[in-house]
């Protein structure tokens, strides 16, 4: 019952040894999502042993090279590999003509259809199944790159039916779905058992937010509210906001800002600048703000439990 987030890079625009552009891999209930795909990224999938021929859905949150790269090496490979299953990838439209001309140019095809969904400027409904959805949101990047950020939430799972509490009432294997849906049980005689008695809440679903490469905006805080994680760049330190402001980005100071405002249980800070090698001083300054706070470096595997009681942070 997984909902674990795999860090396969957390670098800005210049990579360092060892750093990796943007990249992400969210699984949740063995579902999984490549979230940007800097370059490199194929490489830090293998590397950090997820299982690549499972992501069906890439989400790019906009056309900065250091967030896309990656992604026609990576799809090649698939390809390479007799690929059959559809990919979808969620992006600005333009990237669609991009991919299509490179293959074009190349005279090269894809063994597997590509899917490809544009995303808006509006908040938007973009995937859905039976476990999980997936919100894009906008952001405010440069102008020649519109940004959006992206919220996975769990869907509420089922009451779960205390079994022997079940079997005392002697309640019909056929009423059991009811009983997960939260009605009362009615006896032959006509006693009502209620619901309460014989099933408790289900664990409480979960929920991740991206936020990508943005200038600070207090409206993030709005589509994220309540998240239990929250990525956020932060990739400068506020003595730099002048700078942050002038490239479009966010310091860890405001990053930590939007986790107070938007509520989040846990903050996760990264795109870091390559003026930090060592990505400390951003990490202290956003919990001087918001306490519980990580740093992303590649290989983090952070993990939120089924009963969320505490979060897990795996090297």
Do not use: W
Not at 34 to 60: A, M, S, V, W
Not at 243 to 272: E, F, P, R, S
Request: charged share 20%; aromatic share 10%; glycine share 6%.
């Amino acid at each position: 019952m997984k909902f674990e987030l795999t860090i396969l890079g957390c670098g800005s625009a210049v990579p360092l040894k060892h750093r990796n552009c943007t990249a992400q891999v969210l699984n949740v209930l063995e579902r999984y999502f490549l979230i940007d795909c800097g370059e490199g990224t194929q490489h830090q999938l293998r590397k950090y042993g997820i299982p690549y021929n499972k992501i069906n859905h890439i989400f790019i949150s906009h056309l900065h090279g250091d967030h896309f790269f990656g992604l026609i090496g990576f799809l090649s490979s698939l390809s390479m590999q007799n690929r059959k299953g559809e990919m979808h990838i969620y992006a600005d439209a333009r990237l669609e003509r991009l991919i299509n001309f490179q293959f074009e140019l190349l005279r090269s095809k894809l063994s597997y259809p590509l899917v490809f969904h544009s995303l808006t400027r509006e908040p938007s409904l973009i995937f859905e199944d039976g476990v999980v959805t997936v919100e894009s949101f906008p952001l405010k990047h440069r102008p020649e790159a519109p940004s959006c950020g992206f919220l996975f939430k769990e869907k509420s799972r089922k009451r779960t039916i205390l079994k022997q509490a079940a079997a005392d009432a002697k309640v019909p294997v056929a009423f059991m779905q009811y009983l997960q849906m939260g009605e009362d049980y009615i006896t032959p005689e006509g006693v009502v058992v209620p619901n309460s008695e014989l099933t408790i809440d289900p664990p409480a679903s979960r929920s991740y937010a991206f936020v990508s490469d943005t200038l600070y905006s207090p409206k993030v805080a709005e589509y994220v509210q309540g998240v239990d994680m929250l990525y956020h760049e932060a990739t400068y330190c506020h003595e730099l906001l002048k700078m942050a402001k002038l490239n479009y980005h966010t310091t860890a100071a405001q990053a930590a800002d939007i986790a107070l405002k938007a509520n989040a249980k846990q903050l996760i800070v990264g795109h870091y600048s390559s003026r930090y090698p060592d990505p400390e001083p951003v990490i202290q300054e956003a919990r001087t703000i918001f306490s519980n706070t990580y740093g992303a470096e590649d290989g983090l595997v952070f993990e939120i439990p089924l009963e969320k009681r505490k979060f897990v942070v795996n090297n």
